[in-house]
């Protein structure tokens, strides 16, 4: 009878480390999911705020044009840099082509400094404003993206989620990275 009992309780023991430890892992998992999820979200966000973006470039283009008709090679860089960020794929394709289109608009804004009538245009003026709470909008969804990144990334390298990510294929996801030119002012020139 002693034998048996002491069975059960070894028998009883193992169940409940065992019961224990798939608790764990199911906690590990279903949090490493939500975190990939977020990454997931925050990336939606920026590539919402690019698309709205990249709705307002033409418009703005369109009401340049008028105004700046000798200024057609700023305005083709605007369009080419605008379908280079519409076709990108990855994070690090988007990244690189937002700073070309960053650049671009950029170039085109500080060219419209020599036209007075422009810069008095209702519409521009509009344009202008949505824009630069795009851009400002764009920089949050960056910022908050880079976040959960971090959040995620930490969390399938630290143990013991890492266990958990390896043998359910959690991977590291990309930063969004500014492209190195994007640490430097566009060139303008008034020729």
């Not at 019961?19 to 999911?33: A, D, E, K, Q, T």
């Not at 033409?58 to 076709?87: C, F, M």
């Not at 060219?111 to 202008?128: C, G, M, R, V, W």
Request: charged letters at 20%; aromatic letters at 6%; a positive charge.
């Amino acid at each position: 009878m002693k034998n048996m009992s002491g069975k059960k309780i070894a028998l009883i023991s193992i169940f409940s480390v065992l019961g224990m430890i798939i608790i764990l892992m199911i906690g590990s998992y279903n949090s490493l999911v939500k975190k990939r999820e977020a990454v997931s979200g925050q990336s939606s966000n920026i590539e919402t705020q690019l698309q709205r973006r990249l709705d307002l470039i033409p418009k703005l283009v369109n009401t340049v044009k008028g105004y700046v008709k000798h200024e057609s090679g700023v305005i083709a860089q605007v369009s080419d840099a605008r379908s280079k960020l519409a076709g990108a794929g990855g994070m690090r394709d988007k990244a690189a082509a937002d700073a070309e289109v960053s650049s671009a608009v950029s170039r085109l804004l500080a060219i419209t400094e020599n036209y007075p009538d422009l810069k008095a245009n209702a519409q521009f003026t509009q344009l202008s404003d949505e824009l630069a709470g795009t851009e400002n909008r764009i920089a949050v969804a960056r910022k908050d993206y880079n976040q959960a990144t971090e959040n995620y990334n930490n969390s399938i390298t630290t143990f013991p989620a890492a266990i958990i990510a390896n043998m359910f294929g959690f991977s590291l996801v990309d930063y969004f990275k500014s492209d190195s030119s994007a640490k430097n002012a566009p060139d303008v020139s008034f020729d």
